[in-house]
């Protein structure tokens, strides 16, 4: 199983990215799907995550600047950033709760992509 995440880059505040993740390899099922980052010296963080039945929740410092979905039919979910700000500038990590047989349900990551935002 592998999740790839791709869409982030450099871009003035102000500006907008879109953020793209796709699950590929043998799974029977996904669940929740979610964006988290983590900047230099500090934890990763949650930044919204949905279900799947698009259920979302997001973190209090993107609300209304970022909007995730899902498409169930490619494995596939995306993050649309607007507004962007410099604090917004972390590698971002995609994730999906998959059930993979004969382990069951297991949380799985994606290699991070680097979002740079500029003052």
């Known amino acids: 199983v592998q999740l790839q995440a791709f869409g982030g880059g450099l871009v003035q505040a102000g500006g907008s990215l879109r953020l793209s993740c796709a699950a590929s390899?043998?799974?029977?099922?996904?669940?929740?799907m979610g964006w988290y980052r983590q900047a230099p010296g500090k934890q990763r963080e949650l930044v919204a995550d949905?279900?799947?039945?698009?259920?979302?929740n997001y973190a209090d410092s993107v609300k209304g600047r970022f909007t995730i979905s899902r498409d169930n039919r490619n494995n596939s979910v995306y993050l649309q950033m607007s507004s962007l700000k410099p604090e917004d500038t972390s590698v971002y990590y995609c994730?999906?709760?998959?059930?993979?047989?004969?382990?069951?349900?297991?949380?799985?990551w994606g290699q991070g992509t680097l979002v740079t935002v500029s003052s």
């Open positions: 994730n999906a709760y998959l059930f993979v047989a004969p382990l069951g349900w297991k949380d799985y």
């Open positions: 390899g043998t799974f029977f099922s996904i669940n929740d």
């Open positions: 949905i279900s799947r039945g698009n259920s979302t």
